[in-house]
């Protein structure tokens, strides 16, 4: 690791025995060695499950099942605002009861 422009710094991994370096800040090393290290994982079990499949085609496999996976979260993770201010409103009029009921009782 070597210091780059910046504050940016250096970074090696290898991926299917080629080595790389690239820079990001020194926050972000880590989950970029981690990336690395699970590209690596994903394009050998790529090119394991067949007999000649290259780098590039690997590349292309893993690429692609990782983007369909990021787009399958972010589909999962996205929010109805229509129904989660319903369900505000909801709370809101529960609270609202608890509190006329607790000062009926004074």
């Known amino acids: 690791m070597s210091k780059t422009a910046q504050g940016a710094v250096q970074v090696e991994f290898a ?5 790389y370096k690239v820079s990001c800040l020194p926050e972000q ?4 060695l981690e990336a ?18 290259g780098p590039e085609r690997a590349a292309v496999m893993v690429g692609l099942n990782a983007v369909f996976e990021m787009l399958e979260q972010k589909a999962a ?19 609202d009861r608890c509190f006329f009921e607790q000062e009926s009782l004074f």
């Not at 991926?15 to 080595?19: F, V």
């Open 36 to 53: 690395a290290k699970e590209l690596d994982r994903r394009m050998r079990e790529v090119r394991g499950q067949g007999e000649g499949v």
């Open 15 to 19: 991926i299917l025995d080629r080595h």
């Open 29 to 32: 090393q880590g989950l970029l």
């Open 77 to 95: 993770s996205s929010w109805d605002v229509t129904d989660v201010k319903r369900r505000v409103k909801e709370v809101e009029d529960r609270l």
